[in-house]
């Protein structure tokens, strides 16, 4: 496999970031997960926009321009032959002293993974998953900007495991009021008849480039979508509920703390929602080359 390290395609055991890099010292740095279809990556523009806000938002200057960086996420792409798959793009702080301080870490890294990512079973796309609701909540504003996606991504990884000890595949995370944030990885939505609902990302969620590709379709397909609080009572009442993400694509959910959610089957609504999708990954996307 060819990383993209610091301007360079290098192979996988040649990709190494210095153990006095603030990324892994204390999580300082940001990232993204895109996805690419047939040569082409989904909403590749969008998904940089938002790394460059990320990194403006930790003050965390980029030497590289957003076409610099689409172009190096194209060409790790093309350098590994893949037609479908994930990408992980990172960019840490850089090497530094030892001590938070990052004005004393002269140059950011960055490095780019083009593989393949099953997050979650086949069936799971047709049955549904099982959501338990998480007792870790998503951080406060004013302790960790939730809409910048930073390498802080521990309270998830936390929620994640409280969700797989309850026997769910994925967590619903509550923000401090005890609202509904999102969940580990993906953002949430839900039907309730006939209008379509999801968190503002006010509430404490990450502004999800899938959230935001599900809220264009909306009106397309005829429904009024609405960003609302939503509470574990709005879940347990909907009549279809789904999530979304690069990885997850879009994915419906069956239960909520083992309480069936509608019929316990993927509604109708899902099911247009997904197909919508599926046709903009098949037509849509910047291509590699
Ligand atoms: N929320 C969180 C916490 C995430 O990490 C992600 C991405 N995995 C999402 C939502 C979904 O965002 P996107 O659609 O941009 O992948």
Redo the contacts with the bound molecule.
Sequence with gaps: MKIWLDGELVDESQAKISVFDHGLLYGDGVFE?LRFYHRRVFRLEQ?ID?LIDSAKAILLNLPWTHEEICRATCETVKANGLDDGYIRLVVTRGRGELGLNPYLCPKPSMFIIASTITLYPEEKYREGMALATCATRRPAPAALMPQV?SLN?LN?VMAKVEAIQAGALEGVMLNEQGYVA??????IFLIRKGVLYTPPVSDG??D????QVILELAPQLGIQAVEKSITRYDIFTADEVFL????AEVIPASSLDRRVIGDGRMGPWTGKFMEAFRELTRTTGAPID
């Design positions: 997960g998904h938002r996606k991504y998830n999102e969940c580990t990885g993906d953002n969620s990450l999800g480039i899938t959230r979304t993400g690069s990885a």
